[in-house]
Antibody
Framework: QVQLQESGPGLVKPSQTLSLICTVSGGSISSGGYYWSWIRQLPGKGLEWIGYIYYSGGASYNPSLKSRVTISVDTSKNQFSLKLSSVTAADTAVYYC?????????????WGQGTLVTVSS | DIQMTQSPSSLSASVGDRVTITCRASQSISSNYLNWYQQEPGKAPKLLIYAASSLQTGVPSRFSGSGSGTDFTLTISSLQPEDFATYYCQQTYITPPWTFGQGTKVEIK
């Protein structure tokens, strides 16, 4: 059973960089076939796809956030991470890491529990 | 980007009711890349259906999906107390960005 767990600061100041790590257990990021994703949910709102990374390092980002987002992977630690720069209050959200199985014709089949990140001074 | 529009945004129903939620894509997408999720309050979304009509392992058979092209449907044949939640469709067609519908909240009548 694959499990994902987000970790990182719950409070970030405006203009700073939001940094989160997702630790994967029960499966190897390096096994291939899956895309390791970040998805966020603004308070009381719907889901927004931020981007994903493949174990080899290739990444894709939402154009609406692309200039501020970096997703990276550390296969030795079975982790992947999110950095979102120049944050504002509009970036306050629950951030989920997840496994995307679209290459298998499936959806996002495993999710972390989510972590609330508040942007405030 | 492909826009996904769900209707209704919310609905009230009783236990035992048949419930239908619609998702419309702004352009034709392969049914292989349309997914449905259930999200209970305070929890992460859960994959219910992938490829428009394939039931994820462990999901009750009262859930079903159908559709093709631009129009897709999620049906709950007999609503149970644990089904009161918000439901989202998502497309993962060809190239990112993946997009979600705005959600449909199913409430108790």
């Amino acid at each position: 059973q694959v499990q994902l767990q987000e970790s990182g600061p719950g409070l970030v100041k405006p203009s700073q960089t939001l940094s989160l790590i997702c630790t994967v257990s029960g499966g190897s990021i390096s096994s291939g076939g899956y895309y390791w994703s970040w998805i966020r949910q603004l308070p009381g709102k719907g889901l927004e796809w931020i981007g994903y990374i493949y174990y080899s390092g290739g990444a894709s980002y939402n154009p609406s956030l692309k200039s501020r987002v970096t997703i990276s992977v550390d296969t030795s630690k079975n982790q992947f991470s999110l950095k979102l720069s120049s944050v504002t209050a509009a970036d306050t959200a629950v951030y989920y890491c997840a496994r995307d199985a679209h290459d298998y014709g499936e959806g996002v089949d495993y999710w972390g529990q989510g972590t609330l990140v508040t942007v405030s001074s | 980007d492909i826009q996904m529009t769900q209707s209704p945004s919310s609905l009230s129903a009783s236990v035992g009711d048949r419930v239908t939620i619609t998702c419309r894509a702004s352009q034709s997408i392969s049914s292989n890349y349309l997914n449905w999720y259930q999200q209970e309050p305070g929890k992460a979304p859960k994959l219910l259906i992938y490829a428009a009509s394939s039931l994820q392992t462990g999901v009750p058979s009262r859930f079903s999906g159908s559709g093709s092209g631009t129009d897709f449907t999620l049906t709950i044949s007999s609503l149970q107390p644990e089904d009161f939640a918000t439901y989202y469709c998502q497309q993962t067609y060809i190239t990112p960005p993946w997009t979600f519908g705005q959600g449909t909240k199913v409430e108790i009548k």
